[in-house]
């Protein structure tokens, strides 16, 4: 069997389109019909709801083609059973970027990582962006499957920019609420009634497609098909060339058969017999190329075919300009599938078997699942979704494992262990963990069941499933067996030798790597995250390189806070390089970035790399990524003197580690500081209730953090003795952690429990020891955390080895003196004297801040009094500019709490 | 929101052949004057929108559905 070579997909060029569906070859140009699209698009939204066969498409293609439009158009035409919103975004925003696309062109893979938010979102800047008007045409709106889809494009509609058109063609009503721009008179609509041929156009479709027919044939033509597109068209085809067309028309007209199955019938009886097998046997796929369609007809000659019954619109149609890829008419494709069943029975597995197989080697895994699923091949379609399920994940498509997966029966995962592995997966990347660990569990029991060439590699995949659910629930502690079972599985490369071993290998590298990460084994983490993005370079999967590197930016014991400062600036500008710098994998390198940047007393830095991580971090942010944040924003804070939102940010990061079931290594320091600041903002029964809350640790891992705060409450209580006491252990280097951060906080707390007990000396020497600890990575947050008077007193006068290390503290801690002060004012600032502080930069007048506030304007005109005064400011833009100085008025650190 | 399996009568303009039939292997059809009527036991409601839907893909004019028991 010859197979005809695929060729190249090339640009596409709307003329050669345009032949293809209008009057060149037999379709009527309906003007009245292009009008009244015209008038439709003058409003927001225009609804085709009609049956098949109505002419919708062909109207759309024939308005979309022509070469007068004054506004670009983008073509989508909705996949058959579109259940993965994902795909449809990605297609809209496919379409717009390049409205030159073929109409039907498949749409490019889901780009990796995606978020549908971020792709909506990209869809309005887009349109934004352009010049002119665009109409954005959706096709087949029917097909699509995805509630969540169909709600994005609601919301979507409803937000549409002013330079943007909407066209909705679907068989149905859409199940989408339009009565808010059905109120704006903003909705057109074009319905079966409308599309419906009149006698004229009937007549003059038949003498373009050179048919000679009687006024009185073409009136009973007309009465008998009641003008519906897809009976005259039949109707036209096989009168072409007929003998007798009175006599067709008569007897078509006489009979009482259902038209549509009655004219397809005659369509394909008219067709030599070649045609017929040919038509019959390649209905069972969505579109095909003459390769594929050879395959299935067992010919060499389909592509000639295809496009001779394109020639002669016999309901073919290429998709692409080249004219390599066709589809038969829906209507015609139900027909014949209908008719392949019933007198092709037996050939039926078979041919989904053989398109399964092409489809599968061409890359179309979901189509390919279908048809084995269709043959009856479950445990071939199975094992194909389970091989594939790591793939999509790591190509941010989960979500079609999700689609995949309707295509089983219900409950056929319970006899298959490859499906509950992918069910699994897709339970997981939708945050139902409960569901996850169920299918997991099924799995499990089918390990011994499967065949020992088989065993192996699901066990791993189990295993990593398993870690990847330990992950996201912050189960760190009970992580430590799998990562021994996958260790030792896939310390043998020859026993996975495939590309799909090393990605699994890759994602089990990364949930590895991240846990160890959080729970504090940065040693551990560092092998297994520089093994596996070294890894996910070779196999080339640019995603899980960048999810690796991004949870490297991290100081521990062999990497210093300098280099990761390094990294983490190295992981950022990799996922730019790769487009992936919005995606949430990315939050904890400029987390790590903020956070380091903070440290050394880069406060402004710091707060703009916090702000672009929480930009990214989105509601899907795993628990332990959202605790670093909290963390850094309350460091922040702290620094900044800002006592009250340090309070909120340190309880926001306790909050999020009490999601997590593991310890976060930041926990004892997230305890300890917001103990501390409860304890400077005279909440000392909260402090106090705060570190018994906090678990104790045999080791004493970060227990420093812990006696710091106790010292802090013991300084609060006037009891310096006791707080050097506390201090002792940690001032011993014993329990440090981290890059001294800890150590450095003991000496200076114990140089102000000197100073209260009256030893300069000593309390020189515990400033000089902090300072030495500072040194290597300049760490100078902690002088400005304890925030205490006396210290900047002694560290004015005092010697010391670190005079340039010194210079930046006081540059930090004694330069903002005044700005201090002010704050502390500013702090005492009530929430509705912020709210109307809010509104001072905006040109409303006060009568207008009332009225948005719903409060008299007495009532605004005391705060904004009472907010001069706190900010000493004499107007408003005086207020205005200080509120800014003093960061009021900045963007927001952290994200509105949801709900 | 389940529905019991019911008796339905489907009623579809126009006379149906072997193809169009053979989308229907559970009903039961039957002409009457110029239009077929299908008759059988869907088991639930997505049977009925199942036949429903194939009703529309065939283009076949649905004129009017009926449980009868």
């Keep these: 069997m010859t197979r005809v070579p695929t060729r190249e997909r090339g640009p596409y060029v709307p003329q050669q389109v345009r032949r293809g569906v209008s009057g060149a070859r037999g379709l009527l140009e309906r003007k009245d019909l292009l009008r009244l699209l015209d008038d439709g698009v003058s409003k927001r939204l225009t609804v085709i709801s009609a049956p098949p066969g109505s002419g919708k498409t062909s109207l759309l293609r024939a308005w979309a083609g022509r070469s007068t439009n004054p506004a670009r158009v983008a073509f989508v035409t909705i996949e058959r059973d579109q259940q993965s919103e994902q795909r449809f975004w990605c297609a809209v925003l496919d379409a717009i970027r390049n409205p030159e696309r073929p109409f039907d062109a498949a749409p490019p893979p889901a780009p990796i990582g995606l978020e549908v938010g971020q792709v909506i979102d990209d869809v309005r800047s887009e349109i934004a962006e352009l010049v002119g008007p665009v109409v954005l045409i959706i096709d087949d709106l029917h097909e699509l499957k995805s509630a969540d889809a169909l709600a994005q494009l609601e919301s979507f509609l409803t937000t549409l920019p002013s330079s943007a058109r909407v066209v909705l063609s679907s068989r149905r009503d859409p199940s989408i609420r339009l009565h808010h721009l059905r109120l704006a008179d903003d909705v057109a609509e074009i319905r079966a009634d409308d599309l419906r041929f009149t006698e004229h156009e009937t007549r003059e479709l038949l003498v373009g497609s050179a048919i000679n027919l009687s006024d009185r044939g073409v009136a009973a033509l007309h009465q008998r098909t009641e003008g519906w597109a897809a009976g005259l068209r039949l109707a036209a085809i096989s009168l072409n060339g007929h003998p007798d067309p009175e006599r067709f028309v008569a007897e078509f007209s006489g009979t009482d058969r259902a038209i549509g199955e009655y004219l397809m019938a005659e369509m394909l009886e008219r067709q030599p017999s070649e045609v017929q097998t040919m038509l019959l046997r390649t209905s069972l796929v969505d579109r095909m190329n003459g390769e594929l369609a050879d395959l299935l007809a067992g010919r060499s000659d389909s592509e000639r075919m295809l496009l001779a019954l394109e020639e002669a619109n016999a309901f073919v149609v290429s998709l692409d300009a080249q004219r390599t890829w066709f589809r038969c008419h829906q209507l015609l494709a139900e027909f014949l599938r209908l008719e392949l069943r019933r007198t092709l029975a037996a050939e039926v597995p078979d041919l989904h078997r053989r398109a399964a197989g092409w489809l599968a080697d061409h890359g179309d895994v979901v189509q390919a699942v279908r048809h084995l699923v269709a043959a009856g091949d479950w445990p071939d379609a199975a094992r194909l979704v389970a091989d594939h399920s790591f793939r999509w994940v790591l190509d941010g498509q989960a979500g079609t494992i999700h689609a995949v997966l309707l295509a089983f029966p219900e409950g056929a995962s319970v006899d298959h262990p490859d499906l509950a592995l992918a069910h699994a997966a897709a339970e997981l990347n939708q945050g139902r963990l409960e569901e996850a660990t169920a299918q997991l569990a099924l799995a499990e029991s089918h390990l011994y069941n499967a065949p020992p060439d088989r065993r192996q590699r699901l066990a791993v995949a189990v295993a990593s499933l398993q870690l990847a659910l330990a992950r996201r629930s912050g189960q760190f502690s009970e992580v430590i067996d799998l990562v021994g079972l996958l260790d030792t599985s896939m310390a043998d490369p020859s026993s996975e030798p495939s590309v799909m071993g090393s990605e699994l290998r890759g994602v089990a590298l990364l949930n590895i790597g991240i846990v160890e990460t959080w729970s504090g084994r940065l040693v551990d983490a560092e092998r297994h995250l520089s093994e596996g993005a070294a890894l996910a370079r070779t196999i080339d999967r640019p995603y899980l390189e960048v999810a690796c590197r991004a949870h490297q930016g991290f100081p521990s014991k062999l990497i210093s806070v300098t280099t990761a400062r390094e990294r983490a600036h190295q992981a950022v500008a990799l996922a730019e390089r790769y487009g992936l710098d919005d995606r949430p994998i990315i939050a904890p390198a400029l987390g790590a970035i903020a956070g380091t940047a903070i440290w050394m007393g880069e406060f402004d830095e710091g707060e703009r790399w916090l702000g672009r991580a929480w930009q990214v971090a989105s509601a899907q942010v795993d628990p332990a990524a959202a605790v670093l944040l909290h963390q850094a924003a309350g460091m922040l804070h702290a620094g900044r003197g800002q006592k009250q939102s340090a309070l909120e940010a340190f309880t926001e990061a306790a909050n999020a580690q009490s999601l997590l079931t593991g310890v976060h290594f930041l926990a004892p320091r997230i305890t300890g500081w917001l103990a501390a600041t409860q304890a400077r903002l005279g909440l000392r029964e909260e402090a106090l209730t705060t570190l018994a809350g906090f678990p104790a640790d045999p080791q004493r891992m970060g227990s420093g953090a812990i006696d710091n705060a106790q010292a802090v409450i013991c300084l609060t209580d006037g009891d310096p003795a006791a707080a050097l006491a506390v201090l002792s252990e940690s001032r011993a280097g014993a329990t440090a952690f981290g890059p001294g951060f800890i150590l450095i906080e003991a000496h200076l707390l114990a140089s102000i429990a000197h100073l209260r007990l009256g030893d300069r000396n000593a309390a020189s020497a515990a400033a000089e020891a902090a300072l030495a600890t500072a040194e290597r990575d300049r760490v100078i947050l902690p002088f400005a955390m304890v925030e205490s008077a006396e210290l900047l007193d002694l560290l004015l006068h005092h010697e010391t080895a670190h005079r340039a290390l010194l210079a930046d503290v006081l540059n930090l801690v004694g330069g903002t003196g005044a700005d201090r002060e002010m704050l502390a004012r500013a702090e005492a600032l009530s929430p509705s004297e912020r709210r109307v502080l809010g509104y001072l930069p905006t040109n409303l007048t006060r009568h207008e801040i009332a009225q948005e506030l719903h409060v008299s304007i007495n009532t605004v005109n005391t705060h904004i009094r009472n907010v001069y005064a706190k900010l000493g400011a004499q107007d408003r833009s005086a207020a205005v500019q200080r509120a800014r100085q003093l960061r009021l008025l900045s963007s927001r650190l952290v994200p509105a709490p949801p709900n | ?69």
């Design chain 2, 1 to 69: 929101m389940s529905v019991p399996p019911g008796l339905y009568t489907i009623r579809i303009r126009g006379r149906l052949g072997a193809t169009a039939l053979s989308a229907f292997p559970s009903l039961e059809p039957e002409l009457r004057g110029s239009d077929t009527f299908l008759t059988g036991l869907l088991e639930d409601r997505s049977a009925l929108f199942g036949v429903l839907a194939q009703i529309e893909a065939l283009g076949l004019e649905l004129i009017e559905l009926r449980q009868i028991a």
